[in-house]
């Protein structure tokens, strides 16, 4: 069933292999240490109140959003090929995600009473 | 899995042994449907979140932004993050063939896990006190559940990765193994996506 057909590497493809993960990992460092300067200039502008609200509201959400794709992408190997799949359903889910928003916020504003 | 092999010396351990299975890769593909629906339902729980917002029943009821602490959301943000950035590692343990220390980096996912959990339960225990509950306003509803169902995610977390570790601590490591601890990755990486959309929809939205 889940037998190991692989055939013995050289020592060349071995290093090969060994430095395309540390590579790999160096850019997962760089995406781990964006998303952590993400969330600090998101909590920084929300904390602070430098700017009006209306301005940090997009601002707060494109960065969570920028933080979700670095997530998907580099921790959970979706930039690899092979994950035509995982994007279409993703995608997918993602769509309903903000129809469910966009239609339950909806129909809570229109049923609101008029003042 | 009697004839699996186990410790696979180096230069037979394949590039991507979490996919050198037909069953890891079904394992695979069916794990990203399974997290597009899990999509589908943090989304439901958001929008009822976001419809339900501050809607209490009377003005002695406290509001978002009386009761969010910004700190607390934020160390829970740090913790989270960082477990998902040891899952990484263990990840990358488990494709470099080095057993021990993916073990190790799982071990360290599960206490930041664990660290995380316990300041939301705290968190949980003083809002309850201020007259905030479940059953207090709609408003409640919505917080608990959306915030309690990941809560719950990462509680089912912490005990499939703690019994990873475990069932694997003698075995070691094969194609079969590592289909596991991808999965576990990918499992709590997710965890950590639903994370971000709460500390901001949920905490920095709500506070302002």
Redesign the interface.
């Known amino acids: ?4 057909n ?4 050289t020592k060349a493809q ?1 290093e090969y ?2 430095r395309q ?1 540390t590579r ?2 160096r850019q ?2 760089v995406s ?1 240490g964006l ?2 300067f993400l ?1 600090f200039i ?2 920084g502008l ?2 602070m ?1 430098v700017i009006p ?1 209306q301005f ?2 997009p601002l ?2 494109g ?2 959003f920028i ?2 794709i670095l ?2 992408y580099y ?2 190997h979706m930039k690899d090929n ?1 994950h035509q ?2 994007k279409l ?2 995608m ?3 769509y ?3 129809a ?2 966009v ?3 909806y ?2 504003w229109i049923g609101a009473p008029v003042n | 899995m009697a004839n699996m092999e186990y410790n696979v010396p180096t230069e037979r351990w394949p590039a991507h042994p979490e996919t050198a299975t037909q069953e890891g890769q079904n394992k695979f593909v069916g794990f990203w449907i399974f997290l597009a629906g899990e999509t589908a339902l943090f989304a439901s729980l958001f929008a009822t979140y976001l419809a339900l917002k501050d809607s209490v029943p009377s003005d002695d009821h406290l509001l978002a932004a009386d009761l969010f602490h910004l700190p607390l959301a934020f160390v829970m943000t740090m913790l989270l993050l960082t477990s998902s950035l040891t899952s990484v590692y263990a990840v990358y343990h488990m494709r470099n063939n080095n057993f021990q220390k993916m073990q190790l980096w799982l071990g360290i996912t599960v206490l930041l896990g664990a660290a995380f959990l316990a300041l939301e339960i705290y968190e949980f225990v003083e809002y309850t006190g201020l007259g905030h509950t479940f059953r207090s306003s709609a408003f409640g509803s919505a917080f608990y559940f959306l915030i309690g169902t990941h809560g719950f995610h990462v509680i089912v977390g912490l005990i499939w990765a703690t019994l990873l570790i475990l069932r694997n601590a003698k075995r070691g490591l094969s194609v079969y193994t590592a289909a596991k601890v991808n999965t576990f990755a990918l499992y709590w990486h997710f965890i950590d996506v639903v994370w971000v959309f709460i500390f901001t929809i949920v905490y920095l939205l709500g506070v302002l």
Do not use: S
């Open positions: 069933m889940a037998e190991l692989q055939e013995p590497m071995l292999l060994r993960r790999e990992m997962q460092l781990f998303m952590i969330t998101a909590f929300t904390a109140e609200a940090t509201i707060v959400l960065f969570a933080q979700v997530q998907f921790f959970m092979g799949f995982a359903f993703m997918t889910g993602f309903f995600a903000i469910f928003c239609t339950f916020v129909i809570v």
